[in-house]
């Protein structure tokens, strides 16, 4: 499942010379709205043959990137599937579809070359990668468990 996922992401990172997921949704066709969406931290919809995104407005920053790449992980591997991600309930359950959508946009987000400069020279411990790229330190452990193109773990 891991490897899969991550040749998409590296396809479209090439592709598109891009891994902000706003930029990709855009080149990809897919409608993104910002807006009041209750507790919901973003939404994915296939709509009258529409690929649909919605981010809760009142995330900011990386948590933003991070609900983004994930809905955009469901529109590229689950296209004809509708997934809610709520907040703090979502992000580590066991579902297929949500392991892969997080996978997904862990990976965007953090592909290796931007890891392997941070792993390249020195030992960080999962609090200073997670202070350093900006994202919690549950999503760097899920990162750091995946494999880099040659299939050699990364810890």
């Known amino acids: 499942m891991v490897e899969e996922v991550k040749k998409k992401v590296a396809y479209y990172i090439k592709k ?15 409608e993104v709205a910002v807006g009041d969406i209750g507790s919901r931290a973003g939404c994915y919809m296939y709509l009258k043959r529409t690929k649909c995104i919605w981010i809760n407005e009142n995330l900011e ?20 599937q509708n997934c809610y991600f709520i907040r703090h309930k979502t992000l580590f359950l066991n579902s297929k579809v949500e392991q892969e959508a997080n996978q997904f946009a862990i990976n965007l987000l953090i592909p290796d070359d931007i890891l392997a400069e941070y792993l390249m020279y020195q030992e960080y411990t999962l609090d200073q990668l997670s202070r ?15 494999t880099n193109e040659k299939g050699q773990t990364l810890i």
């Open 16 to 30: 598109y010379q891009t891994n902000n997921p706003f930029r990709l949704a855009t080149a990809l066709g897919i």
């Open 61 to 80: 920053g990386n948590e933003r990137l991070f609900v983004m790449a994930h809905e955009l992980g469901h529109a590229i591997l689950h296209p004809r």
């Open 132 to 146: 350093l790229l900006g994202y919690e330190k549950r999503l760097i452990e899920l990162r750091l468990k995946s």
